[in-house]
């Protein structure tokens, strides 16, 4: 079991930056997978970014390349969201999620479905403004 708790949002201009946090609890953080995912209202949950468990490998969603980075300090128990050149369209609640299972590192399939995530943070809002 894990507890994940996000931390960052706020009310941007559009093209500023935000850093999200998500904090987890727990001794196993280095085994999970980690992704964030938003969801803006009347939409779907969509995927955002993913990372494998060293750090070494991530995924984006076509709309965040190149402007948002995600990173993770497995000495901390963190994943970060770095979100720059924000856009109207970025507002959103912003959630982190950790996949537990042993398969693979698989960044364009795997990860970017919400429902393999096994555990969720409560969310943080992200909102830019034009």
């Known amino acids: 079991q894990v507890q994940l708790v996000e931390s960052g949002g706020g009310l941007v201009q559009a093209g500023g930056s935000l850093r999200l946090s998500c904090a987890a609890s727990?001794?196993?953080?280095?085994?999970?997978?980690m992704g964030w995912f938003r969801q803006a209202p009347g939409k779907e949950r969509e995927f955002v970014a993913a990372?494998?468990?060293?750090?070494?490998?991530?995924s984006y969603t076509d709309s965040v390349k190149g402007r948002f980075t995600i990173s993770r300090d497995n000495a901390k128990n963190t994943v970060y969201l770095q979100m720059n050149s924000l856009k109207p369209e970025d507002t959103a609640v912003y959630y982190c999620?950790?996949?537990?299972?042993?398969?693979?590192?698989?960044?364009?399939?795997?990860?970017?479905?919400?429902?393999?995530?096994?555990?969720w943070g409560q969310g943080t809002q992200v909102t830019v403004s034009s």
């Open positions: 999620a950790a996949d537990a299972d042993d398969r693979p590192w698989e960044p364009y399939y795997y990860q970017r479905l919400a429902y393999e995530y096994d555990y």
């Open positions: 727990g001794r196993t953080f280095s085994r999970y997978y």
């Open positions: 990372i494998s468990r060293s750090g070494l490998s991530t």
